[in-house]
């Protein structure tokens, strides 16, 4: 791992439970990462590959019955002089309530059930702007959340409607908006295109390109859409079964994935741009967190598996020079045989071949 | 615009409806209001006699039934329900009106009462769900499934006739007390009401609050009440996102509980023989009263449709999605 220089986020050997006792359930296993300033980390998986519980169990926001069973998580407010690192897991609700919003936003799947129903748009504004900037007069509220409705391409009439007034990008854009009303440093994003149509998803993930570039918030983006992720993050960690499986630059992880789960990934999505491919999916279903297959979680879904596989679970390791890291056997060095060609390349036009 | 002219139409369809049913309901119950009231004379009975109370109270009963029918509703256009047979001379109107304000005071205030009061406890125990306070839950649905007079004459027993802390029956002290506006008088409405009122309350309110608590749960597992959490909003900013919400199919109840207002009345005002429209309506079936049944019917029916009218309006102020939207 590198060393970071400049973290918004230090999180490591992080865990989550649903449960408790003989019936816990571990949905987040192990993880750890480092998330630099202004970076856009994707996180990509499958339902129930614990990548929602991971954006909530950060947050804190985590729902009985989630447990956060283990780990540190660490936030750095401020910058240079006023930093500080902040222990997220050991904050008091009231030190928690100082920094959400302010410093950490979070933007849902479904933004017709994160609005409020009964409320208009721009008293939800005015509620966040005046809940954390006590001095904040009402014009000037006002002027502000015209101002972010702009951002997102949204004309200010919209602060009088209703969520049901709007269409479903429009709402999904006032979400974005409001995560960015405070200017925090990190904002996650929990499948935050996943409901709308490939066209309202492509310009969202533009508009946020751009506002990234503009306004330098680090992103946490969680998707099970690989290839949205190559257009917007830096780097990408693909979860399976509550584990990182692959952790790589966006760009090298697509062109040359080298866990066999990622590749089946990228197989099951078409790319927004470039040609037509078939599409392969993965075989099976996601795992039983309940039941985990033992070794490595995917091998019974794995066409490269061997013996190794269904015994040990591999960790996960730096490969190429440390530039990236998976957890496979295949890749391991102890391992004689060859990895396959396709786990191999360095630039892979077409992806979704293999299978 | 064309919802309320759509919504008129129904309310005088329903008013029409239920105008005629009231017509049609005493007629259909044996016996006729004049030969109950001869039959109350005692002694000898001209038939100069029989003709002039014909005459007085008949209101025609000796016409077919639907001419009737057509000076029921012509009466009824001009505000006249006609006269009282039990009560005469009074009219109908007069009658009913004079005990109206005893129900609506008692009963009125109790349901509005229970309705605050357990939703506001609602929210509460919703909030705290899992927590000790889970344990009221249980008292609560007993008190929800006991029936009123069983309650009722249980707390008239105990609070009443044992222990003395309230008076027993009737609306105020009539052995010292003259009704008017003098405090006397009110204050001794008052000291009489308490023990209904809270006996009323203390029944309906655990309906109101298990409702209510039932519908912050589900509400509170929403995905903008966890927003409202990861906005950093204070706790009692979060739980008024999550009520604001939940408060809703509580409404449409509460104008249902509203409608009910007066024919719950007969049961409460039996228990604690509190003056009012159920003890009337009991005396003018038993008497076969047909005018006053009718006029009695009557105000429940418009109580239910003003009081669903009124929570129509209602719902639609506090739950925009409901209003149609405005096209642009």
């Not at chain 1, 069973?69 to 240079?80: A, C, E, R, S």
């Not at chain 1, 479903?168 to 854009?173: F, I, K, V």
């Not at chain 1, 990190?186 to 492509?202: F, G, K, S």
Request: proline content about 5%; glycine content about 8%; hydrophobic content about 45%.
């Amino acid at each position: 791992m590198t060393t970071s220089s400049n973290p918004v986020l230090e999180v490591s050997h992080f865990n989550v439970d649903y449960g408790v006792g003989a019936a816990a359930v571990r949905a987040v296993d192990n993880v750890t990462f480092t998330l630099e300033r202004a970076h856009v980390l994707g996180v990509a998986g499958e339902s129930g590959s614990g990548k929602s519980t991971l954006a909530y169990g950060l947050t804190r926001l985590l729902r009985a019955p989630g447990i956060i069973t283990g780990g540190d998580v660490h936030l750095h407010l401020g910058t240079d002089a006023d930093a500080r690192r902040m222990d997220l897991l050991a904050a008091s609700e009231a030190e928690l309530r100082a920094i959400r919003w302010k410093h950490i936003s979070v933007v849902m799947q479904s933004a017709l059930n994160a609005l409020n129903p009964v409320r208009k748009i721009g008293k939800e504004f005015d509620e966040v702007l005046k809940t954390h900037n006590r001095s904040m007069s009402k014009s000037a509220r006002k002027d502000r959340a015209r101002e972010l409705l702009g951002l997102v391409n949204l004309t200010p009439d919209r602060l009088e409607r209703y969520p049901h007034e709007l269409s479903g990008g429009q709402r999904q854009r006032v979400m974005i908006a409001m995560a960015l009303a405070l200017q925090p440093e990190l904002v996650i994003m929990d499948e935050p295109t996943t409901a709308l149509d490939v066209v309202t998803q492509r310009e969202i993930v533009a508009e946020l390109q751009k506002l990234r570039q503009e306004l330098g918030f680090a992103l946490i983006f969680i998707t099970h859409d690989l290839s949205l992720l190559v257009e917007l993050a830096d780097e990408i960690m693909v979860m399976y079964a509550g584990r990182i499986v692959e952790r790589a630059p966006a760009l090298e992880l697509y062109r040359g994935p080298r866990h066999p789960y990622t590749l089946g990934l990228m197989g099951s999505f078409p790319p927004l741009h470039g040609e037509r491919k078939v599409m392969t999916g993965i075989p099976g279903s996601p795992p039983n967190l309940k039941d985990l297959p033992g070794g490595c979680a995917f091998h019974p879904r794995c066409p490269y598996a061997m013996e190794r596989c269904t015994l040990e679970d591999p960790m996960l390791s730096p490969i190429e020079d440390g530039q990236r890291t998976v957890a496979c056997w295949l890749h391991d060095p102890s391992v004689s045989a060859a990895v396959p060609v396709e786990l191999r390349r360095k630039d892979a036009a077409l992806a979704g071949e293999a299978g | 615009m064309r919802t309320f002219v759509r919504k008129l139409v129904i309310a005088l369809i329903t008013a029409w409806v239920t105008i005629t049913a009231t017509f049609i309901l005493p007629r259909l119950m044996p016996g006729n209001p004049i030969e109950q009231l001869i039959g109350k004379l005692t002694g000898r009975v001209t038939p100069e006699e029989i003709a002039a109370i014909k005459a007085q109270f008949g209101q025609g009963l000796n016409e077919p039934v639907i001419v009737q029918y057509w000076h029921y509703l012509v009466n009824l256009f001009h505000g006249d329900l006609g006269t009282s047979i039990t009560y005469s001379p009074q009219s109908v109107s007069s009658v009913i009106f004079g005990q109206l304000w005893w129900t609506l005071g008692l009963i009125g205030t109790a349901t509005v009462l229970s309705f605050i009061l357990g939703t506001a406890l609602g929210v509460y125990f919703g909030w705290t769900r899992g927590a000790r306070t889970d344990l009221f839950i249980p008292v609560a649905g007993f008190l929800q499934s006991t029936p009123f007079y069983v309650l009722g004459t249980l707390l008239v027993m105990i609070f009443a006739f044992r222990l003395h802390w309230f008076p027993f029956e009737g609306s105020y002290d009539a052995t010292t007390v003259s009704p008017g506006w003098n405090w006397a008088f009110i204050a001794s409405v008052l000291r009489y009401a308490q023990l209904p009122l809270a006996s009323i309350v203390l029944c309906s309110l655990s309906g109101w609050m298990i409702g209510m608590r039932n519908m912050m749960v589900t509400t509170m597992s929403e995905d903008f009440v966890l927003m409202a959490v990861a906005k950093g909003l204070p706790k009692r900013k979060v739980m008024w996102h999550a009520a604001r919400n939940a408060v809703l199919p509580q409404i449409a109840n509460l104008t249902l509980a509203i409608g009910l207002l007066v024919s719950g009345a007969l049961i409460v005002e039996q228990v604690f023989s509190y003056q009012g429209v159920g003890g009337l309506l009991v005396n003018a079936v038993s008497n076969l009263d047909y005018p006053l049944i009718q006029g009695i019917f009557l105000v429940i029916t418009f109580t239910v449709l003003i009081m669903s009218a009124v929570g129509d309006v209602l719902y639609v102020w506090l739950d925009p999605r409901t209003r149609t939207a405005t096209v642009e």
